[in-house]
Nanobody
Framework: QVQVVESGGGLVQPGGSLRLSCAAS????????MGWYRQAPGKQRELVAI???????NYGDSVKGRFTISRDNAKNTVYLQMNSLKSEDTAVYYC?????????????WGQGTQVTVSS
């Protein structure tokens, strides 16, 4: 069973920075894609950024140029560096994993971490 542990959310002023981390456990699994989605109150969950095991990335339009996703394959950990934060970045951020093992493939979500951008 895959376990997902997120950390790094909090309160930050507009223009500030935060770094989110998501660690996945499970040595029998290959984490094909790791990424972040977010959901603001009253809105649908949306893509923030994803990264493949080979390092290819994809970003949501609203965060391009401000957020950077990276991963440490040895630690099964994905990071999201968020710079130049805006009030509209306020949301619950969810880590998402797509993984495979000898018997198949599946996905998992983290519990979510709150990011609030406010003065």
């Amino acid at each position: 069973q895959v376990q997902v542990v997120e950390s790094g959310g909090g309160l930050v002023q507009p223009g500030g920075s935060l770094r989110l981390s998501c660690a996945a456990s499970g040595s029998a699994f290959s984490f094909i894609v790791m990424g972040w989605y977010r959901q603001a109150p009253g809105k649908q969950r949306e893509l923030v950024a994803i990264i493949t095991s080979g390092g290819s990335t994809n970003y949501g339009d609203s965060v391009k140029g401000r957020f950077t996703i990276s991963r440490d394959n040895a630690k099964n950990t994905v990071y999201l560096q968020m710079n130049s934060l805006k009030s509209e970045d306020t949301a619950v951020y969810y880590c998402n994993l797509r993984f495979s093992w000898a018997g198949g493939a599946s996905g998992a979500w983290g519990q979510g971490t709150q990011v609030t951008v406010s003065s």
